[in-house]
């Protein structure tokens, strides 16, 4: 065994092997080399940027390829994860051939593996407290869940690219403690094409905790009901736990119980036909969207914090953000739940006897054309009604300003019957320009 030092990591590997060009690309700071597909990936920092080098050419001790074998692999990925490009997908930066191998270099992510093999012998997956599967575990069921719509999403899109995602199981999660934030960060085998066969019977690529029957089988049909099966072994593993999969330590609705019952069934002609169709059963099972008023000043700035936090696009000045999440405080305010969870909001203000303005208004982008915003706006109206006004106003970016996410923004107020009334071009500043829109009740 070879034991190179690079810094603050050893590698170890069966043979010498020359990492200068890693050294290229900054300070590696951790090391992976103890998985069997014979890549070896760094942690790498550089002027304060982190990166993900996932490296194929050398020989890492437990390989069950050899480096050939696994350049080949590394490159076949090809275009994958642009293609595949979601929020939930760890995002490619480039590729690097090197003089003795390949390598794809992709952002950093923050955040814990919900399988880290290489950590049981020091803290037991099931029963260590700082095991990311038991603090997993342990999150309220409202962070689950919103952990559980992210992979649902990121798999539907896969679906809908013609893709198979072959082996995908919990090591190729990431969940951040900090942020609240699931990661895929592992698509290497994912496969275009409406079938595969198996052609390796029970070595097919996976985690027999997570493979469907057919992929057991010499000669099994893969497709998108194995997909299907897939996600159902990996929400039992969120919601029930992998050491007791049972109804009793379920944590979810019946309706979604029976919905993973369907998905993981042996019978792959019962399972769902596809993600998508798995979803909506999913959505429907689950306790049903409500517009509630929220009166705590506190918990109207936390929830406003946590949608405008995660729409940048729309709310990317931090002063500007700051302002409208301390005016939410003193507000009329109404939030939308599902599962417990906000998903959206809208803060009004009364200017008038018989006028009120949204302030403030945001729905996370995963919940956009889900009839969010439409149930706010309704709450707002009826709010707004109730009080004797007779219209409603708002402010939003104007056409003139050329900014592409505010044009559905535009389209959705005028959906919601808000018309145009005057550009303000310096109310705000001149890269801004307003748009004052109305809305008679």
């Not at 999150?139 to 649902?152: D, E, S, T």
């Not at 596809?274 to 008023?293: C, P």
């Not at 946590?306 to 009329?332: C, K, T, V």
């Not at 208004?361 to 919940?367: I, R």
Request: glycine residues 8%; aromatic residues 12%.
């Amino acid at each position: 065994m070879e034991l190179i030092s690079l810094g603050k990591v050893t590698v170890h590997l069966r043979e010498p092997h020359d990492f200068s060009w890693l050294l290229e690309l900054g300070e590696p700071f951790v090391v992976f080399d103890q998985n069997d597909s014979g890549n070896i990936s760094f942690g790498v920092e550089k002027d304060g940027e982190r990166c993900f080098v996932k490296y194929a050419g050398a020989s890492p001790e437990n390989a069950a390829w050899t480096p050939r074998q696994a350049i080949a692999a590394l490159r076949r990925v090809g275009g994958l994860y642009e293609d595949l490009r979601h929020p939930a997908l760890i995002e490619q930066v480039k590729t690097l051939e090197t003089p003795q191998g390949f390598a794809r270099v992709f952002k950093w992510v923050d955040g814990q593996c919900l399988h880290p093999h290489w950590e049981f012998d020091q803290r037991p997956k099931y029963t260590h407290p700082l095991s990311p599967y038991v603090r997993f575990r342990g999150l309220p069921l409202a962070k689950k869940r919103a952990a559980a719509q992210r992979l649902f999403d990121f798999l539907a899109l896969v679906q809908a690219k013609g893709y198979l995602p072959v082996d995908l199981y919990d090591s190729s999660l990431l969940y951040d403690f900090e942020t609240d934030t699931l990661t895929v960060c592992d698509i290497d085998l994912f496969e275009k094409g409406d079938f595969l066969i198996n052609d390796k019977g029970k070595s097919w690529f996976g985690s027999q905790r997570f493979k469907a029957p057919e992929e057991n089988e010499l000669g099994g049909r893969i497709d998108r009901r194995t997909a299907v099966y897939t996600l159902g072994k990996l929400l039992l593993l969120f919601f029930a736990g992998e050491e007791h999969p049972d109804r009793a330590h379920w944590e979810e609705t019946a309706a979604r119980w029976d919905a993973v019952q369907k998905a993981v069934s042996p019978d792959k002609a019962d399972r769902f036909p596809t993600v998508e169709a798995f979803r909506q059963a999913w959505l429907a099972g689950g306790d049903a969207l409500s517009v509630a008023e929220v009166r705590s000043p506190a918990e109207k700035m936390q929830i406003a914090r946590d949608i405008l936090e995660a729409l940048p696009h729309w709310f990317g000045d931090p002063a500007g953000r700051e302002g409208y999440i301390r005016d939410s405080a003193d507000a009329a305010f109404g939030a939308a739940f599902e599962d417990g969870a906000a998903l959206g909001f809208i803060a009004l203000q009364e200017t008038s006897p018989c006028a009120m303005e949204v302030a403030v208004m945001g729905v996370l982008v995963e919940h956009h054309r889900r009839g969010v915003g439409r149930a706010l706006m309704a709450w707002a109206e009826d709010f707004a009604r109730a009080r004797g006004m007779r219209f409603l106003h708002l402010k939003t970016l104007d056409e003139s300003a050329h900014y592409p996410p505010y044009d559905g923004t535009r389209a959705f107020y005028a959906a919601m019957g808000f018309h145009p009334l005057a550009c303000l071009p310096t109310l705000w500043d001149a890269e801004n320009p307003c748009l004052l829109m109305v809305k008679p009740l």
